[in-house]
């Protein structure tokens, strides 16, 4: 545990010192404290117990919100109010400390974490195609589904925040079971385009993103370079082609994934993002010319964002989550898992738990769980 003096200032005859902890708090865990408007969450002196002092008080306060009232704080205790995020740090007030003979009032600042609050209440209903569509006209929105929507007249679907520099940010859940079906997008990249990377799925990129209930019935989405070509690569994903530092749970995918590079049932790219409850049942392809450069799998094609102590990074994690009835086909060069094709976690991370597959795996290297983490497979 590492900390800083960075500041003094006078308080009656006994200085204050302001002081600094170096990381992350662990109260909240690697992802956001999820709370429903109403809820209340108390911070205890027992979550800082790993403290190696005694301390007098602690002291809430909102460090900053997307939006204006997403959380209140009375005295150690956070009430969620509105839709947004809210970062929360705790400043403990240790009190008197005696340091080379002088006596000082210590305060530590310490990041808490984040909380993100969900009012659906104030959420915009979603109940047709076209309201879908129009999600990526707010791609910090609220939204909830409140119908079921079938889009095999729709045409090739736009991802929701399909550009990787206007992911989607917002809040996209479904707490009533609807069900979107026939979502398809069948696209040719071109090789000579100068972009780098292409994103499909129901969205494009998520990025500080809460994703809850999602059904997507039927898929057929495949993102492939002309000619089979190896460049731009394409992230795919039924629900995304990439996720970072986004949570999706209770969601299911059905139905064909293609893509030449990183592809995966639910997600194409797991990055310090979470998958609690995902569900996959149909055929995850990635086409690749050159051996071990690509990677597929049933729920991601990989999954990275690991970097420790824990208290200050965040991890990546799919957990109680299933591959049911499944092909995975990496050809022979490709990375395939049956629920990740590869894994950048360090030593000691268990990065997928609770979670399993049956069906057919191909590929340059293979393996029911996951397909290749370097740092076990090397």
Not at 154 to 164: A, E, H, M, S, V
Not at 282 to 301: L, Q
């Amino acid at each position: 545990m590492l900390f800083a003096t960075i500041g003094l200032s006078g308080c009656s005859n006994i200085p204050s010192v302001f002081a600094w902890y170096d990381g992350w708090g662990r109260e909240f865990g690697p992802t956001p404290l999820v709370m429903n408007a109403g809820e209340t969450h108390t911070v205890t002196r027992a979550q800082f117990s790993f403290l190696d002092f005694e301390f007098e008080r602690i002291e809430l306060v909102v460090d900053n919100e997307t939006h204006e009232n997403v959380v209140s704080i009375q005295n150690n205790t956070i009430t969620a109010v509105n839709n947004g995020r809210a970062l929360i740090i705790a400043y403990i007030h240790e009190g008197r400390v005696t340091v080379d003979g002088q006596r000082f009032n210590r305060t530590w600042m310490f990041f808490l974490g984040e909380v993100r609050v969900l009012n659906k209440a104030a959420m915009t209903p979603i109940t047709t195609a076209q309201e879908l569509a129009y999600m990526n006209d707010n791609l910090d929105g609220n939204f909830i589904l409140k119908a079921d929507i079938d889009l095999s007249e729709w045409g090739n679907w736009t991802p929701i925040g399909k550009l990787p520099r206007e992911p989607f940010t917002g809040v996209f859940i479904n707490s009533d079971a609807y069900v979107i079906r026939n979502l398809s997008i069948n696209e040719t990249v071109k090789t000579d385009s100068g972009q780098i990377a292409y994103y499909a799925g129901l969205f494009g990129r998520l990025q500080n993103a809460y994703i809850q209930g999602i059904i997507l019935e039927d898929v057929n989405i495949s993102l492939i370079g002309d000619k089979y070509a190896d460049w731009p690569r394409t992230f795919v994903g039924g629900i995304a082609g990439f996720s970072g530092r986004s949570t999706i749970i209770d969601s299911s995918v059905s139905g064909s994934i293609v893509g030449n590079y990183s592809v995966g049932g639910i997600v194409g790219t797991l990055s310090t993002s979470e998958i609690i409850n995902g569900k996959f049942e149909g055929n995850v392809e990635v086409i690749w010319h050159v051996a071990n450069a690509a990677y597929a799998g049933g729920i991601a094609g990989g999954i990275y964002g690991f970097w420790g102590p824990d208290w200050r990074g965040r991890q990546g994690l799919i957990k109680d989550s299933r591959v049911i009835y499944s092909n995975i086909n990496g050809h022979d060069t490709a990375n395939v898992g049956g629920i990740v094709g590869i894994s950048r976690a360090q030593e000691g991370v268990e990065e997928v738990i609770n979670s399993t597959f049956t069906g057919v795996l191909k590929g340059h290297r293979t393996g029911d769980l996951i397909g290749f983490a370097p740092w076990r497979d090397l």
